[in-house]
């Protein structure tokens, strides 16, 4: 065989494999298991919510990525398709309540349609942002008070 097809066979096998490796550990990477994992933070919302309110800049490089547990009396519950989402109010704004908004795992949208409005809550969630309204935690689930 010539020595350009032995080089071109090997070249394909070598894209074939960091093809299949890149899909293995990259594109088909587990996703975390939020619920179980340790927070990196534990504080009250309204702590929280000051911090965002005070300095975004700083809070986000604090607690945005990170898994932050929080606890406090929520004001709300929203509910749409089969998401549940808890608010904790702090402030009245021009398009409503502002504060923190608390989406929660599918898993848990039963147990938090049962909650009553203004009582005391721990929440534990991913943080992914502030919208300069609310801190916006995903990917939430009820942990034991």
Not at 9 to 14: D, R, S, T
Not at 45 to 62: I, T, V
Not at 71 to 87: P, Q, R, T
Request: aromatic fraction near 12%; charge should be neutral.
């Amino acid at each position: 065989m010539k020595k350009w097809i032995k080089i071109s066979l090997v070249l394909i096998a070598l894209f074939i494999v960091v093809v299949l490796l890149v899909y293995h550990f990259v594109i088909n990477k587990p996703h975390p298991d939020y619920e179980n994992l340790k927070a990196d933070y534990s504080l009250s919302a309204g702590d929280l919510y000051q911090q965002f309110s005070a300095d975004e800049k700083k809070a986000g490089q604090m607690y945005n990525g990170k898994v932050i547990e929080i606890n406090g009396v929520f004001k709300a519950i929203e509910k749409n398709d089969s998401l549940a989402v808890i608010v904790f109010s702090f402030k009245e704004g021009v398009f409503g309540d502002e504060g923190i908004r608390c989406t929660f795992l599918s898993k848990f949208t039963g147990k938090v349609n049962q909650l009553t409005k203004n009582s005391d809550i721990k929440i534990k969630g991913y943080c992914s942002s502030f919208n300069d309204i609310d801190v916006i935690l995903d990917k939430c689930s009820l942990t034991e008070n």
